[in-house]
């Protein structure tokens, strides 16, 4: 399995400063390779240089201007085009974040395995896309996915994120959500298959999730850089009253995080 994460920077959508961006990614090796990942299956795919540890980005050239978080889609299929990914991977963001050691490549039908928001009246149960897991089989479905979003910008910018993209692509093609696309060929359900919660949780709807998930939770979305949301995965601010922040964790929040040092 390989450990992957995206990021392309747009000029006029700007949403980490680079030293946030950076931080991140460099909180993120730290904590993988404590985990045992070797650095050979770490694999940033960004279109601007970054390198740390021995890690080097791989330069992406197809760039989603319209919607910054489609760039995922964008980016792994680029890496699957072009022979960097060639197996199972864990995509994950920057501030998804693995929790314990366990962490292996889950068992699924279908092609992309996420994890679920709950039940929302408007898209259903929401595949969260902060952490999934894409087969090694699965370019077609991400070429898939990629061709609905170029083939329907309009949706794409004004849609808030690529979840909701997925909604469209997950549900029945006579449902009025897929009256809206411009295509009208949006089924894609067998292949976007919702798993379990212990393959990741987050700030949103916490406790439903973690009593849904299967024990140890194995990865958790939220910011370091921002007290409160850390303050749900620490166990000042969960119900539970559990804290998700192992050792390991905390010394890659310690060294690349001042807001994490200053306030935990």
């Known amino acids: ?15 980490w400063t680079d030293e946030e961006l950076f931080n991140s990614f460099k909180a993120q090796i730290d904590n993988s390779l404590s ?14 240089d970054f390198e740390y540890r021995g890690i080097k980005n791989k330069l992406l050239k197809n760039i989603c201007q319209e919607n910054p978080f489609c760039n995922k889609f964008y ?11 060639n197996d199972d991977f864990w995509f994950h963001d920057q501030d998804a974040w693995q929790l314990h050691d366990d962490l292996k490549f889950p068992n699924f039908k279908g092609e992309i395995g996420g994890c679920s928001y709950g039940p929302d009246e408007v898209y259903g149960e929401q595949m ?14 991400l070429q898939y996915i990629v061709d609905f979003m170029k ?3 309009s949706l794409i910018e004004h849609e808030y994120s690529d979840e909701n993209v997925l909604s469209y692509l997950r549900a029945d093609p006579e449902s009025e959500l897929c009256a809206h696309s411009e295509n009208n ?3 894609a359900h067998e292949f976007l298959t919702l798993i379990n919660c212990k393959y990741n949780i987050g700030v949103t709807r916490i406790k439903d ?9 194995l990865v958790g979305g939220f910011v370091p850089q921002l007290p ?14 559990l804290n998700f922040i192992d050792n390991k964790l905390d010394k890659a929040f310690r060294t690349h995080f001042e807001e994490y040092r200053s306030n935990f």
């Not at 399995?1 to 949403?15: A, F, G, H, S």
């Open 1 to 15: 399995m390989k450990n992957v994460m995206i990021y392309n920077k747009l000029t006029d959508n700007v949403r």
């Open 35 to 48: 985990r045992g990942w070797k650095k050979e299956d770490i694999i940033i795919g960004t279109n601007f």
């Open 75 to 85: 980016g792994m299929l680029e890496l699957m085009e072009t022979g960097v990914l």
């Open 128 to 141: 969260n896309t902060c952490s999934f897991y894409v087969k090694k089989t699965g370019k077609f479905i």
């Open 151 to 153: 083939e329907n910008l």
């Open 185 to 187: 060929t949006p089924y």
């Open 209 to 217: 999730r973690f009593d849904a998930a299967d024990k140890p939770v």
């Open 228 to 241: 409160e949301s850390v303050r749900i995965f620490n166990g000042e601010n969960n119900v539970m009253k």
